[in-house]
Antibody, heavy 121, light 110 residues
C-alpha cells in the first residue's frame, strides 16, 4: 500500500526556518518524481515545488522561489522541503504528492495527509 | 489569484448532473493535459480524472472529464450526497514552468 507521511510542521516566527519531511513507503520511491502542494486555511490548492526521481531537475513556484529548497534521499525514501525566510502567507497545510507520468501525461496519484505550518509571532 | 478559473460553487439535487468548468490559456490547458482532484471536507485531495478524461482505478464513471481548446470541464452525473466536496482542475503551465491549480469549486448536494 502506497503511503506518504509528512512531518516537521509547526509554529514558527516570521523570518524563521522549517524543514518538512515526507516518508514514503509501499512503492519504489526512487522511480517517481515528487511534489509539494500547499493549502492556506480556507483557500485552494497551490503547487509549491517539484523534484525529479534522480534529483536532476527541480522547479519552484514563483511565490517561494529563493526561499524554499526541495530535496530527496532515495536511500531512505524521504522527501524534504527546506523553507527559509518564512512569512505569514506561507501558513498552510503542506502535502507531499507522488507524481505518476507517462509520455506527455502526468498526475498526482497519491497524497499524504498534510503537515500544518503556521507562521506567526 | 489562480491561473485556472473555476466557478466558486455548483449545486444540484440527488440524481442530477452537475458540470464544472475550468478556463485556462494556451500555456496550460491549451497545450497540456488536465487532471481533476476531489477534496472531501477535512481530507487530502484525491485524484479523480487524469489526462483530460481517464479514470484512476476505483473512481466511478459517474465522473467524466473533457477538454476543448483552453477549457476543460468535469461532469458529475447521478449526483450523490457523498459527492459534496471541493473540486480542483490542474495542468502544467509552460510559461510558468510549474503546475497550476484551478481556484476550486464547492459542490453542494441540495
Amino acid at each position: 500500500e502506497v503511503q506518504l507521511v509528512e512531518s516537521g510542521g509547526g509554529l514558527v516566527q516570521p523570518g524563521g526556518s522549517l524543514r518538512l519531511t515526507c516518508a514514503a513507503s509501499g512503492f519504489t520511491f526512487s522511480s517517481y518524481s515528487m511534489n509539494w502542494v500547499r493549502q492556506a486555511p480556507g483557500k485552494g490548492l497551490e503547487w509549491v515545488s517539484y523534484i525529479s526521481s534522480s534529483s536532476s531537475t527541480m522547479y519552484y513556484a514563483d511565490s517561494v522561489k529563493g526561499r524554499v529548497s526541495i530535496s530527496r534521499d532515495n536511500a531512505k525514501n524521504l522527501l524534504y522541503l527546506q523553507m527559509n525566510s518564512l512569512r505569514a502567507d506561507d501558513t498552510a497545510v503542506y502535502y507531499c504528492a507522488r507524481e505518476n507520468t507517462v509520455v506527455g501525461v502526468w498526475y498526482f496519484d497519491y497524497w499524504g495527509q498534510g503537515s500544518l505550518v503556521t507562521v506567526s509571532s | 489569484q489562480s491561473v485556472l478559473t473555476q466557478p466558486p460553487s455548483a449545486s444540484g439535487t440527488p440524481g442530477q448532473r452537475v458540470t464544472i468548468s475550468c478556463s485556462g490559456s494556451s500555456y496550460n490547458i491549451g497545450s497540456n493535459t488536465v487532471n481533476w482532484y476531489q477534496q472531501l471536507p477535512g481530507t487530502a485531495p484525491k485524484l479523480l480524472i487524469y489526462s483530460n478524461n481517464h479514470w484512476p482505478s476505483g473512481v466511478p464513471d459517474r465522473f467524466s472529464g473533457s477538454k476543448s481548446g483552453t477549457s476543460a470541464s468535469l461532469a458529475i452525473s447521478g449526483l450523490r450526497s457523498e459527492d459534496e466536496a471541493d473540486y480542483y482542475c490542474a495542468a502544467w503551465d509552460d510559461s510558468l514552468n510549474g503546475y497550476v491549480f484551478g481556484s476550486g469549486t464547492k459542490v453542494t448536494v441540495l
